[in-house]
């Protein structure tokens, strides 16, 4: 009997994203015990110039970058001998909740989603300013998803715990030794191999749901938690040599989806030889530490220190599957998606170039998802 061939499913599904769903370039790339099992590629990296999209093709990843910046945070933890328990007002007294904790800042639930006042993503002195002056709007257990002020945060904790900022740890610590295709600050050798983001379309009925009605009205706390840190507010200013340079730890990943099925790869301890990741920092990544109704998405959302799980019903089934059963992982606007499955080694990474418009990963995203769960 002819078996079918690996990932048949997986291939109908990317090509359907083609087909009916107006995928312009995209890439897939899954590994197992640090090997890369099954990689996929097609469409054009930009449509003007023709360029052909390639397996080395880069691309804005939005909030995917997330986990990659939580991490950095927790290695420096770790390497001071602290742990996510630790309070955050040991290192920035003036922060707006000093008594939470950095586990609590990672996971959402510091209620400062939305500033008081706008600050500007490229100064972090006055995005620093703007959360100390702001007052939270929810404390643990509540939580809601800090789409943008997440960066802010993290680079100035980073900063009190080892003096820099996320992008030039992340590229002394962990790209440049491990040789990955994922950078949080691009340099401009690599601006060829960009690829052109191009917005998506929003279907009717999606801006009558919950979600979409607030973001839409201005001035309420969902609006202004998507705006309230300026400078990077549209597609087109993401394709800008500035947006590539940003740096931003909530939304400035720029990578392959091999690089950024690499980095899970290094996570579950699987770096070529090379030890980065200890496992504790693992392991504060993958365990779900809040769940339930986001102030924010509108939806029900799990977080650990850093990246989004699934949700889990109170049978134990997962609400629904993004990350695998056990997993853990981020999406980005428009689709791009990583993420791992420790127990089985696995992980995979998604990127492309035409944006789909959904509160989480629409149908492009999740019907890859599901192939490449079901083999």
Same mark, same amino acid.
């Given at each position: 009997?002819?078996q079918?061939?690996?990932?048949e499913?997986?291939?109908?599904?990317f090509d359907?994203?083609?087909?009916?769903?107006?995928e312009i370039?995209? *890439?897939?790339?899954?590994w197992?015990?640090? =090997? @890369?099992?099954f990689?996929l590629?097609?469409?054009l990296a930009?449509?003007?110039?023709?360029?052909?999209?390639?397996?080395?093709?880069?691309?804005?990843?939005? *909030?995917?970058?997330?986990?990659?910046?939580a991490a950095c945070?927790?290695l420096a933890?770790h390497?001071r001998?602290l742990?996510?328990?630790t309070?955050?007002?040991e290192f920035?007294p003036?922060?707006?909740?000093?008594?939470?904790?950095?586990?609590d800042?990672?996971?959402h639930?510091?209620?400062?989603a939305a500033?008081?006042?706008p600050a500007?993503?490229?100064?972090? =002195?006055?995005?620093v300013s703007?959360?100390e002056?702001?007052r939270p709007a929810w404390?643990?257990?509540?939580h809601?998803?800090?789409?943008h002020?997440?960066g802010?945060?993290l680079?100035?904790?980073m900063?009190s715990?080892?003096g820099?900022?996320?992008g030039s740890?992340?590229e002394?610590e962990?790209r440049?030794p491990?040789?990955?295709?994922?950078?949080?600050?691009?340099?401009? *050798? =690599?601006?060829?191999?960009?690829?052109t983001?191009?917005p998506?379309k929003?279907a009717?009925a999606l801006?009558?749901?919950?979600?979409?009605?607030?973001y839409?009205?201005?001035?309420s706390?969902?609006h202004?938690?998507?705006s309230?840190?300026?400078?990077?507010?549209?597609v087109?200013?993401?394709? $800008?040599p500035?947006?590539?340079?940003?740096?931003?730890?909530?939304?400035?990943?720029i990578?392959?989806?091999?690089?950024l099925?690499?980095?899970?790869q290094?996570?579950?301890?699987?770096?070529?030889?090379?030890?980065v990741?200890?496992? @504790?920092?693992l392991s504060?990544?993958?365990a779900r530490?809040v769940?339930g109704?986001?102030?924010t998405?509108?939806?029900q959302?799990?977080?650990?220190?850093g990246?989004?799980?699934?949700?889990v019903?109170?049978?134990?089934?997962?609400l629904? $599957?993004?990350?695998?059963?056990?997993?853990?992982?981020?999406?980005?606007?428009g689709?791009?998606?990583g993420?791992?499955e420790?127990?089985a080694g696995?992980s995979?990474a998604?990127?492309m170039?035409?944006? =789909?418009? *959904?509160?989480?990963p629409? @149908?492009k995203?999740s019907s890859?998802?599901?192939?490449a769960?079901?083999?």
């Open positions: 009997m002819t079918p061939p690996p990932f499913n997986l291939v109908r599904a359907a994203n083609f087909e009916r769903h107006g370039g995209a *890439s897939i790339s899954l197992a015990h640090g =090997e @890369e099992i990689s590629h097609r469409g930009d449509v003007k110039t023709g360029m052909a999209w390639r397996e080395d093709t880069l691309v804005p990843i939005y *909030s995917a970058t997330k986990p990659a910046s945070v927790l933890l390497r001998g742990t996510p328990e309070e955050v007002g920035w003036r922060f707006p909740a000093p008594f939470l904790t950095f586990g800042v990672l996971s639930q510091a209620g400062l500033l008081a006042r500007d993503l490229f100064d972090l =002195e006055d995005c703007a959360i002056a702001t404390l643990p257990p509540m809601g998803y800090h789409p002020t997440y802010p945060i680079d100035q904790l900063v715990l080892c820099e900022r996320i740890f992340w002394r962990v440049a491990l040789g990955l295709d994922f950078y949080i600050g691009l340099p401009e *050798s =690599e601006f060829h191999r960009v690829g983001l191009y998506g929003a009717p801006l009558h749901t919950p979600f979409y009605e607030q839409f009205k201005k001035g706390p969902i202004r938690a998507f309230s840190i300026t400078g990077l507010g549209s087109h200013l993401m394709n $800008t500035r947006a590539r340079t940003s740096a931003s730890p909530a939304s400035g990943g990578a392959t989806a091999r690089g099925a690499r980095f899970y290094a996570l579950l301890g699987y770096c070529g030889g090379r030890k990741f200890p496992p @504790e920092v504060w990544l993958s530490r769940q109704n986001d102030l998405l509108l939806e959302t799990a977080f650990s220190c990246a989004m799980c699934d949700p019903l109170p049978d134990g089934a997962p629904r $599957t993004l990350y695998g059963r056990h997993g853990f992982g981020h999406t980005g606007a689709g791009a998606h993420f791992a420790p127990a696995f995979m998604y990127t170039n035409a944006m =789909e418009i *959904s509160v989480l629409g @149908e995203t890859l998802v599901r192939a769960l079901a083999g």
